[in-house]
């Protein structure tokens, strides 16, 4: 159920983290990869950790915000390959900025980025995958499309909110059609920019850590399986499915504490002539 092999997958932010993870997960299951990164070079590196796999990898320096260039990048894949199974729509940039400080058009660069961008993926992938009767598009979006963030990212989470409810109406629309939807939502993964954050405010690694009862951040290779599972014939019947990557984060009460965190367990014996509630 798993095999991919003769397949063909666009990925976008294949560069580095969650793009590169899913385009080796992919790979390795026998996926013809189709990369796509402003960073040509870093989506070529992800390219030849490939090559062991006898996969084809075709690199684009697509601007994934511009509706044009998607529109060319397509029509490469169509001559590459000529079909497209399975979307991989990851690549995005958000922008920091309290609410009372960010400029309109910082708010519309980021709904370029991720949700005009993150559609106009999907339109192209999901026309052709139509016209085969098949495939399969994986959203990446963020804990912050159903819970509120703070620290400056109102920007992020209302687009990171669109991209939620464009997943499940895709899916509405076209699932009957053979082409299916989903979202995975990550809570934080280490990556470049998350690490540049966390050089420059010691402390914020532990503030997170204090809502992940796993007791770690996210690693770029957790959505491996997931990538898998939702491009293979496992997953033929979930769609429109908004999957946490979280490391239990939204299943936590705002007030609880992760057991690894718990200083002290007391344990009792509720009696019926003392009980203790």
């Given at each position: 159920m798993?095999?991919l092999?003769?397949?063909v997958?666009?990925v976008s932010g294949?560069a580095?983290?969650?793009?590169?993870?899913t385009?080796?997960?992919l790979a390795?299951a026998?996926c013809?990869l189709?990369l796509?990164?402003r960073n040509?070079?870093?989506a070529?590196?992800?390219?030849?950790?490939?090559i062991?796999?006898?996969?084809?990898?075709?690199?684009?320096?697509?601007?994934v915000?511009?509706?044009?260039?998607?529109?060319?990048l397509?029509?490469?894949?169509?001559r590459?390959?000529?079909?497209v199974?399975?979307?991989?729509?990851?690549?995005?940039?958000?922008?920091?900025?309290k609410?009372?400080?960010?400029?309109?058009?910082?708010?519309?660069q980021?709904?370029?980025?991720?949700v005009i961008g993150?559609?106009c993926?999907c339109?192209e992938?999901?026309?052709r995958?139509?016209?085969?009767?098949?495939?399969?598009?994986?959203?990446?979006?963020?804990?912050?499309?159903?819970?509120?963030?703070?620290?400056?990212?109102?920007?992020y989470?209302m687009?990171?909110?669109?991209v939620?409810?464009?997943?499940?109406?895709l899916s509405t629309?076209?699932?009957?059609?053979?082409v299916?939807v989903?979202?995975?939502?990550?809570?934080?993964v280490?990556n470049?920019?998350?690490?540049?954050r966390?050089?420059?405010d010691?402390?914020?690694?532990g503030r997170?850590?204090?809502?992940?009862?796993?007791?770690r951040l996210?690693?770029?290779?957790?959505?491996?399986?997931?990538?898998?599972?939702?491009?293979s014939?496992?997953?033929?019947?979930i769609?429109?499915?908004?999957?946490?990557?979280?490391?239990g984060n939204?299943?936590?009460?705002?007030?609880?504490?992760?057991?690894?965190?718990t200083a002290?367990v007391?344990?009792?014996?509720?009696?019926?002539?003392n009980?203790?509630?």
């Amino acid at each position: 159920m798993f095999d991919l092999k003769d397949r063909v997958a666009v990925v976008s932010g294949a560069a580095q983290g969650l793009g590169q993870a899913t385009a080796i997960a992919l790979a390795q299951a026998g996926c013809h990869l189709v990369l796509v990164d402003r960073n040509l070079a870093g989506a070529q590196r992800t390219a030849a950790q490939t090559i062991n796999f006898g996969v084809r990898a075709i690199c684009r320096d697509t601007n994934v915000s511009d509706p044009v260039a998607i529109g060319e990048l397509f029509e490469h894949v169509d001559r590459d390959f000529g079909r497209v199974d399975f979307l991989g729509n990851i690549a995005g940039d958000g922008i920091l900025a309290k609410p009372e400080e960010l400029k309109i058009q910082e708010l519309q660069q980021v709904l370029n980025n991720l949700v005009i961008g993150r559609f106009c993926m999907c339109q192209e992938a999901g026309k052709r995958m139509l016209a085969q009767g098949r495939g399969s598009i994986m959203n990446i979006g963020s804990l912050a499309s159903t819970t509120a963030l703070g620290r400056g990212h109102i920007a992020y989470s209302m687009a990171m909110g669109a991209v939620i409810q464009m997943t499940r109406e895709l899916s509405t629309e076209w699932s009957h059609r053979g082409v299916r939807v989903n979202a995975v939502l990550p809570a934080q993964v280490v990556n470049p920019s998350l690490e540049a954050r966390m050089a420059d405010d010691p402390a914020l690694e532990g503030r997170f850590l204090k809502g992940i009862p796993i007791g770690r951040l996210g690693q770029p290779r957790d959505i491996m399986g997931l990538a898998l599972l939702l491009a293979s014939d496992a997953s033929e019947w979930i769609t429109g499915a908004i999957i946490p990557m979280d490391g239990g984060n939204l299943a936590m009460n705002a007030g609880g504490t992760p057991g690894h965190q718990t200083a002290a367990v007391q344990s009792f014996r509720a009696e019926p002539s003392n009980p203790r509630v």
